[in-house]
Structures are given as structure tokens and as C-alpha cells.
């Protein structure tokens, strides 16, 4: 059974920071590239940061470059969100996803989410 369990969000105060956390199970973890997404109220959902399978190559969303980082432990089937200087307008649900895709195959996993909310 696929599992993407988040973990670590929560309120925190403008500038400060918190740590997502992304367990998964049921799949081959480090075949998957993992990706963090976010979905404010009344907003669609956005891709905030991804770091693929292989090479660990990472990308982020303008909005969070040099505040967000995005990390993986393929030994803990894990992928993090480290979120320094946080805004108001970071203020989402959090949701881990899992990417796979080869010729012919596509398969996305999600999590739950996780509520980030930032206070000013």
C-alpha cells in the first residue's frame, strides 16, 4: 500500500522557519522523483520545489528560490522541505507528491498535506 505521510507544519511567525517532512512507503522510493506542492485557500495548487530520482537535481518556484530547500535520504524513504524566512503568502496546505515517469508510464502519488501558517 502506497503511503506519503507529511509531517512538521504548523504556525510560526513571519521569518521564522519550519521543516516539512515526507515519509513514504509501499513503493520504490528512490526510483520516484518527489516533489513539494502547496494550495492556498482559493488558489490552485502550486509546485513549490522538486529534486529528482537519479542525479538529485533540484528546482524551485521563483517565489521560494533561495528561502525554500529541498531535500532527499533515500536510505529513510524521506524527502524534506527546509523553509527559512517565511511569509504571509506562504501560508498553504503543504502536499508531497512522487513522480514517476518512463515511456508509456505515468504515476503520481500524494499525501495528505500539512498546514503551514505563517502570522504576521
Known amino acids: 500500500q502506497v503511503q506519503l505521510v507529511e509531517s512538521g507544519g504548523g504556525l510560526v511567525q513571519v521569518g521564522g522557519s519550519l521543516r516539512l517532512s515526507c515519509a513514504a512507503s509501499?513503493?520504490?522510493?528512490?526510483?520516484?522523483?518527489m516533489r513539494w506542492y502547496r494550495q492556498a485557500p482559493g488558489k490552485e495548487r502550486e509546485l513549490v520545489a522538486g529534486?529528482?530520482?537519479?542525479?538529485?537535481?533540484?528546482n524551485y518556484a521563483d517565489s521560494v528560490k533561495g528561502r525554500f530547500t529541498i531535500s532527499r535520504d533515500n536510505a529513510k524513504n524521506t524527502v524534506y522541505l527546509q523553509m527559512n524566512s517565511l511569509k504571509p503568502e506562504d501560508t498553504a496546505v503543504y502536499y508531497c507528491?512522487?513522480?514517476?515517469?518512463?515511456?508509456?508510464?505515468?504515476?503520481?502519488?500524494w499525501g495528505q498535506g500539512t498546514q503551514v501558517t505563517v502570522s504576521s
Open positions: 509501499g513503493f520504490t522510493f528512490s526510483n520516484y522523483d
Open positions: 507528491n512522487a513522480h514517476f515517469a518512463r515511456v508509456g508510464v505515468s504515476l503520481d502519488y
Open positions: 529534486i529528482t530520482s537519479a542525479r538529485r537535481s533540484t
